[in-house]
Nanobody
Framework: VQLQASGGGLVHTGGSLRLSCASSGRTFSGYTLAWFRQATGKEREFVAALKWTNSNPFYADSVKGRFTISRDNAKSTQYLQMNSLQPEDTAVYYC???????????????????WGQGTLVTVSS
């Protein structure tokens, strides 16, 4: 699975962006999809995840109520709608996928198998 993230950019505080992550080479069938982010000088942190069944998305507390993860299995694309963006949301955002990850490991970067190249989101105050 090759993942290509896009949609990052510069936005003012309170603005919105939608990130996309397209898969090439293989469909998303059976995969758990997720987004992580990494700010300068910080570790990569979990943002959101969505299992193959499309039920019960998981979110980091810091983005709950503002971000929405979704997927279009027919298009092999996942999305991250980000609303009410804050300066602390500034980071490189990575999409990732795993076919074998278990629920308790959703927030662990090393538990995922495939990663996109990252897309930069900058929120100005």
């Amino acid at each position: 699975v090759q993942l290509q993230a896009s949609g990052g950019g510069l936005v003012h505080t309170g603005g919105s962006l939608r990130l996309s992550c397209a898969s090439s080479g293989r469909t998303f069938s059976g995969y758990t999809l997720a987004w992580f982010r990494q700010a300068t000088g910080k570790e990569r942190e979990f943002v959101a995840a969505l299992k193959w069944t499309n039920s019960n998305p998981f979110y980091a507390d810091s983005v709950k109520g503002r971000f929405t993860i979704s997927r279009d299995n027919a298009k092999s694309t996942q999305y991250l709608q980000m609303n009410s963006l804050q300066p602390e949301d500034t980071a490189v955002y990575y999409c990732t996928a795993s076919r074998t990850i278990i629920l308790s490991n959703l927030k662990i970067p090393s538990a995922y198998d495939y990663w996109g190249q990252g897309t930069l989101v900058t929120v100005s105050s």
